[in-house]
């Protein structure tokens, strides 16, 4: 035990604690015009990943990957989702962040995410290798993940709610037939009163 505690010190004294960081990324010229978060796993390619931009029609669109899923899937956004974006991009200063973040202890596998974020004129990137930015910093890529991921979840609720289908229900007046019925999901309809 002596032998681990020992060893545990020597090497926390060879490596300090904390993440290495490289490059810069020049404050926003113009407003937002896309974005794009990625985080993977050596096993698992990509865990998350979500991408805003406008389609060739100029339509604002959500590109995103269910967590663990296969399947991109494509979803129309609100045209101030860029607002916020441009918000985080100040509250948080999010142009402070390094183009690359690594362990100081060299680890080859683990997790590694990158974010993107276009403007007008230029662009900001980031990422890392089992290593973040100062969690003062990474709020504000937390806080666009919110954003972007409350719409996805109005959005397929949404969606659920429009296009949801019970299948191999009985019809009732063709009972003995016993085949598929579909039909669109009955809501109770309530109705409150207040004096």
């Known amino acids: 035990m002596k032998?681990?505690?020992?060893?545990?010190?020597?090497l926390s004294l060879l490596s300090p604690f904390g993440t290495k960081s490289s490059g810069k990324n020049p404050k926003p010229d113009g407003?937002?015009?896309?974005?794009?978060?990625?985080?993977?796993?050596?096993?698992?390619?990509?865990?998350?990943?979500?991408?805003?931009?406008?389609?060739s029609t100029g339509a604002v669109r959500?590109?995103?990957?269910?967590?663990?899923?296969?399947?991109?899937i494509v979803i129309p956004a609100p045209e101030d989702i860029f607002d916020r974006i441009d918000q985080a991009v100040v509250q948080y200063k999010l142009h402070k962040l390094k183009n690359t973040y690594?362990?100081?202890?060299?680890?080859?596998?683990?997790?590694?995410?990158?974010?993107?974020?276009r403007f007008q004129r230029n662009s900001i990137y980031a990422g890392?290798?089992?290593?973040?930015?100062?969690?003062?910093?990474?709020?504000g890529i937390t806080a666009v993940h919110d954003a972007i991921g409350l719409l996805i979840q109005i959005l397929d609720n949404l969606e659920l709610f429009l296009n949801a289908w019970v299948?191999?229900?009985?019809?009732?007046?063709?009972?003995?037939?016993?085949?598929?019925?579909?039909?669109?999901?009955?809501?109770?309809?309530?109705?409150?009163?207040?004096?």
């Open 102 to 117: 690594w362990p100081r202890m060299e680890v080859l596998d683990g997790y590694g995410w990158h974010v993107r974020i």
């Open 167 to 195: 299948i191999d229900k009985l019809k009732l007046v063709l009972r003995w037939n016993h085949r598929q019925y579909r039909h669109a999901p009955l809501l109770p309809l309530r109705i409150i009163l207040i004096r």
């Open 128 to 139: 890392g290798s089992n290593a973040w930015p100062a969690a003062k910093i990474y709020a």
């Open 31 to 55: 407003a937002s015009t896309s974005y794009e978060f990625r985080y993977s796993g050596t096993m698992m390619y990509p865990i998350t990943f979500y991408e805003v931009k406008r389609d």
């Open 3 to 10: 032998l681990l505690l020992t060893f545990a010190m020597i």
């Open 62 to 72: 959500i590109a995103y990957l269910e967590h663990n899923g296969t399947d991109v």
